[in-house]
């Protein structure tokens, strides 16, 4: 009894060290990571619906920079003195130094002043730092540090200066008026798009001027090359596609023209695009869609060539429309009883319907009316009329006709 007693009172005291030995490690880890890592964001600031600062956080002396607009699916921010990320809001305030990230698919809108802004693409992050931030009234300047797709379109009003640092370089965008674009090329190169307004690059001792309609490759640690013009917009084959059908949305074929090589296609359900369904790389002059519902949609298309993009063509239009009821028929039909011979049969249907008489197909015109010659023999005839619209719905129409000499 005394050996069993003393058997359970050694293995509580085991328990007892290894739990107590579990908490030492514990909190020593606990430790080490306040000293290794900040404190990150507050709480409260990660987990507000509306993405606004608080004034206890931010401090006093702490003014915005910019907001985020247009926000598309997974945008991610980060404050300048935070190693946190948290999920971005449409709307909410940025400060100096804060970052902000896109994923797959997703886009972003970062707003300076009415009428100048950057828009991120997918899988890019962008810092946004105030060079001169102690400066009372006059322009604001910033840099922005960029990692992936930039595009930026300034107004005349010259209320922001605006500097970019990617790929090694520095452009700096000449105030006014002024759209540009900057590509990733891989990890080490970005393509330079001028479209509008002049952006200046420093390069080693010089600066290579990009003027309106002109692109420039930037490689890390390589010499700029001359700035070359941008490829002419590509002609729509077809601005005007319409697609009927009666279950499932068929395959949409969207083409153009213009040479073998990579193009920027886009589709939207407006035509400003400021909401993108479709943005693509596609090689060649052709794309088919086969996901898209019924409903209006507007398309462009661009050329790129080394990276340089050149201007959107024209907008084109694509209507898919779903057709679910059986097309109009009236048929102008014999007497009951008629001769036997020739009789022209008449009617009218919906337009671009194809109408057959007895399974011959008969004359239609573009206004929907019909015609077709056939024969009444002697006795019973059976005339049967069908109209099949452009989505396969049809409508059908008989009647029986006795034939005497």
Request: aromatic share 8%; with cysteine; net charge positive.
């Amino acid at each position: 009894m005394k050996r069993r007693v003393k058997r359970l009172a050694g293995v509580a005291a085991e328990t007892c060290l290894a739990l107590m030995l579990v908490l030492v490690l514990f909190w020593l880890f606990i430790l080490f990571l306040f000293a290794v890592f900040p404190s990150g964001t507050p709480i409260k600031e990660l987990v507000s619906d509306t993405g606004a600062d608080s004034p206890l956080s931010r401090g006093a002396d702490k003014r915005p920079e910019a907001a985020l607009q247009s926000l598309l699916r997974d945008v991610r921010y980060r404050r300048g003195d935070s190693v946190a990320w948290g999920d971005a809001s449409e709307g909410m305030l940025l400060y100096n130094r804060d970052a902000v990230q896109t994923f797959d698919r997703s886009g972003a809108t970062i707003s300076f002043a009415p009428g100048d802004r950057l828009a991120m693409g997918s899988n890019s992050m962008v810092v946004v730092s105030r060079l001169n931030e102690t400066l009372e009234g006059g322009p604001r300047s910033y840099r922005v540090h960029v990692e992936g797709e930039l595009r930026g379109s300034f107004s005349a009003e010259k209320r922001v200066r605006l500097e970019v640092a990617t790929a090694g370089h520095l452009a700096r965008v000449v105030p006014g008026v002024a759209r540009f674009s900057f590509i990733p090329l891989g990890d080490n190169a970005s393509s330079l798009t001028v479209h509008a307004g002049e952006v200046q690059v420093r390069d080693e001792d010089r600066v290579i001027r990009v003027p309106a309609h002109f692109g420039v490759t930037l490689r890390r640690g390589a010499p700029i090359g001359p700035a070359l013009p941008l490829p002419a917009a590509p002609r729509l084959r077809n601005g005007d596609l319409l697609y009927r059908f009666r279950q499932l949305p068929p395959k949409v074929r969207f083409n153009w023209t213009g040479a073998d090589g990579e193009y920027h296609f886009q589709l939207s359900a407006e035509p400003r695009f400021k909401s993108v369904l479709m943005d693509s790389r596609v090689q060649g002059t052709e794309l088919s869609a086969g996901t898209l519902e019924a409903g209006s949609y507007y398309w462009r298309v661009s050329r790129v060539v080394e990276g340089r993009e050149g201007p959107y063509s024209r907008t084109g239009r694509c209507r898919l429309l779903q057709l679910v009821q059986q097309p109009q028929l009236v048929v102008d039909f014999p007497p009951a009883s008629v001769a036997v011979g020739g009789f022209r049969l008449a009617g009218r249907c919906q337009p671009g319907s194809a109408v057959y008489v007895n399974g011959t197909a008969a004359t239609t015109a573009d206004d929907g009316s019909f015609s077709h010659e056939l024969e009444v023999r002697s006795g019973v005839n059976l005339i049967r009329v069908e109209a099949v619209d452009q989505a396969g719905n049809a409508s059908y129409a008989s009647r029986i006709v006795y034939g005497k000499e």
